[in-house]
């Protein structure tokens, strides 16, 4: 079983930052691939960064050149830094592993943007 933990949200004004982390029970290493979603109200989930255990990463249109993702392994954690934030990222921001063909989730942490 896996468990994760996100952290790292909260409310910040349109252009300001903000990083979520996204800390694993088990080695990183042991995953196929990590990504954070977001889903806002009345939205559907989308993707918003993924990290494979190779090291490419795939991100959203809509996030492009402004977020990124990391990890650190020897925190068995995952990073989303998050730049140039708008209001359109309004959205309540999961982490997701893939190990063995299984996909966990964490809690979710909740990010609001104010125009």
């Known amino acids: 079983q896996v468990q994760l933990v996100e952290s790292g949200g909260g409310s910040v004004q349109a252009g300001g930052s903000l990083t979520l982390s996204c800390a694993a029970s088990?080695?990183?290493?042991?995953?196929?691939?990590m990504t954070w979603y977001r889903q806002a109200p009345g939205k559907q989930r989308e993707l918003v960064a993924l990290?494979?255990?190779?090291?490419?990463?795939k991100y959203a249109d809509s996030v492009k050149g402004r977020f990124a993702i990391s990890r650190d392994n020897a925190r068995s954690t995952v990073y989303l830094q998050m730049n140039s934030l708008t209001p359109e990222d309004t959205a309540r921001y999961y982490c997701?592993?893939?190990?063995?063909?299984?996909?966990?989730w964490g809690q979710g942490t909740q990010v609001t943007v104010s125009s």
């Open positions: 997701s592993v893939e190990r063995l063909g299984v996909d966990f």
């Open positions: 088990v080695k990183l290493f042991t995953f196929n691939a």
């Open positions: 990290l494979n255990s190779g090291g490419s990463t």
